[in-house]
């Protein structure tokens, strides 16, 4: 079976030995029955040190590993007798909180094993800012948060190797998307110039670098995706290869919902992107029972006769809440009629509302209970949320009927219920089927361009049509938040299904 057209390439080849006329040398020999296809391929010093007496004793019976380096093809490995067979790769989403990675045969394209980790960037900071200031200007602590990412790297590779039997160094080639922060933190540069002005960032394409000069146990390359801006990265330009938004006729939205929001609205013709910070409510960070998406996380509610019922992350006791369930949760206490349009607690539409000293809440389970002061701070989440999208927009003169295809990327977006989201506004009340769960477009835009090398040619075009929007320095910006931050919003008529639902439950607006 044939390689795919990917980042890295095996080949078996039977070659004729020298002899009595024939003294081409060992390198140029393999050199020579890879020209016709490969071109002029590079020998890197370890796979120089390789051909004797490996050639020799193999007969000449070799397997040639290629990896591309922007340029050329590169010899990145050597190996006796024909290991084509086994040809595999990795892909990555570096992620602030976890690093996900897969291990896919670059033959089929067959995902054989997915493992995640903890970013152990985390031991310096929960957020990305405290890591910044942590090492920004001292080269021994920015060694060590770069050591901390190679080693999340590590753990996550022993992890895929124990899970499906293959040597992880032995991949060809890894492709890795994440935000500018993360992909400097992985160089080993400091990353204080993403958060202050002017926000020029020192790399925003750093290309193909050799997996153990950054301290990643691989012989061939890691290939970093390039960032548009500060705050733009490789994760969402990642994101655009995935969706293929860029290649649409039709108008779509890529809202990327997190830590940060990032946005990007347009089809073929023109982008405009922009990013701007969400806060952590939506990974449960501001909530006082908020958690992430694990174990015990209540992740989905509905509220009927006074009773919530709860479902969990591995159906276990309730430890907390996550941003799924947070989103549920404010639904279903406005559907209900247990909220005004403001978010506010309306404590006599239930006894089940009660004042708990400083303010109102409900008990949702045993000992967790969901407060006035959770609702506000969500609703401050999902205003800057929608308020992206909205400015953007109008900044390019477009109609949200326009839109075509809204896409919501990452792990809130593959979890949270549509329903519940246009609800509360999050999201846009359109017909569903344009509301489009990306999931981890990050992660699977690595995976497409590990396994076509032709997603290289799209990039330079994407980032060329992206017009950058600094959110921080829209002066109206929070003004114009403060419509979204009603529920679903001050202009309910942009939420008619929202309207009906409230209706037929006999909810007074």
């Known amino acids: 079976m044939n390689d795919m057209n990917g980042l890295s390439h095996k080949i078996y080849l039977e070659l004729t030995p020298p002899g ?70 990795l892909c990555a989403d570096l992620g602030s909180t976890t690093l996900v990675m897969e291990m896919v045969d670059c033959r089929t394209g067959q995902v054989v094993g997915q493992a995640s980790a903890y970013n152990h960037q985390i031991a310096f900071g929960e957020d990305i800012l405290s890591r910044i200031f942590y090492s920004t200007g001292n080269a021994e602590k920015l060694a060590e948060i770069q050591k901390a990412t190679t080693d999340t790297f590590c753990e996550v590779m022993a992890a895929l190797e124990e899970q499906t039997g293959i040597p992880a160094e032995q991949c060809a080639a890894m492709t890795v998307a994440g935000n500018s922060a993360m992909i400097h933190f992985l160089i080993g540069m400091d990353a204080f110039c993403i958060f202050s002005s002017p926000y020029a960032v020192h790399a925003d394409q750093p290309g193909f670098l050799w997996g153990r000069d950054l301290g990643i ?45 990032e946005l990007v609205v347009g089809n073929r013709e023109f982008l405009i992107c922009g990013a701007g910070a969400a806060g952590p409510a ?50 279903e206490l406005f559907l209900n009629g247990w909220l005004d349009v403001k978010g506010k607690f309306r404590p006599e539409a239930s006894d089940q509302i009660r004042w708990l000293g400083e303010e109102y809440g409900v008990e949702y389970a045993p000992g967790l209970f969901f407060c006035q002061y959770d609702i506000d701070e969500f609703l401050k989440t999902k205003a800057a949320a929608y308020t992206m999208v909205e400015y953007v927009l109008t900044m390019a003169g477009i109609s949200m009927d326009e839109i075509q295809r809204f896409y919501v990327a990452g792990a809130f977006g593959t979890h949270v219920n549509k329903e519940s989201a246009v609800t509360i506004g999050l999201y846009p009340d359109i017909d569903r089927s ?68 409230l209706k037929d439950r006999g909810i007074l607006l």
């Open 217 to 261: 146990p691989l012989d061939g390359f890691v290939y970093c995706y390039p960032g548009k801006a500060n705050y733009l990265g490789g994760d969402i330009i990642s994101g655009m290869i995935a969706t293929e938004l860029p290649e649409h006729e039709e108008l779509s939205v890529f809202l990327d919902i997190g830590t940060n929001g």
């Open 20 to 89: 009595p006329g024939d003294s081409m040398s060992d390198q140029q020999r393999i050199a020579a029955a890879l020209r016709a296809e490969w071109g002029e391929v590079k020998f890197p010093l370890p796979v120089l040190r390789c051909l004797y007496p490996l050639c020799t004793e193999t007969d000449w019976h070799i397997t040639v590993t290629l990896g591309w380096n922007g340029v050329q093809w590169v010899i990145t490995r050597l190996e006796q007798g024909d290991t084509s067979a086994s040809h595999y790769g």
């Open 282 to 331: 939506l990974e449960g960070g501001v909530v006082r029972t908020g958690m992430r998406a694990v174990k015990g996380a209540v992740s989905a509610i509905t509220l009927s006769d006074g009773i919530f019922h709860l479902e969990t992350i591995g159906n276990g006791t309730p430890k907390g809440i996550c941003g799924s369930g947070i989103v549920d949760m404010i639904a």
């Open 434 to 501: 344009r509301l489009i769960s990306a999931g981890n477009s990050s992660l699977k835009g690595a995976r497409r361009l590990l396994l076509d090398i032709d997603c290289l040619k799209k990039l330079p075009g994407i980032l060329e049509n992206m017009t950058y929007v600094q959110f921080g320095d829209v002066g109206d910006f929070l003004h114009i938040m403060v419509g979204a931050t009603a529920l679903p919003h001050t202009d309910i008529q942009r939420y008619p299904s929202v309207i009906k639902k």
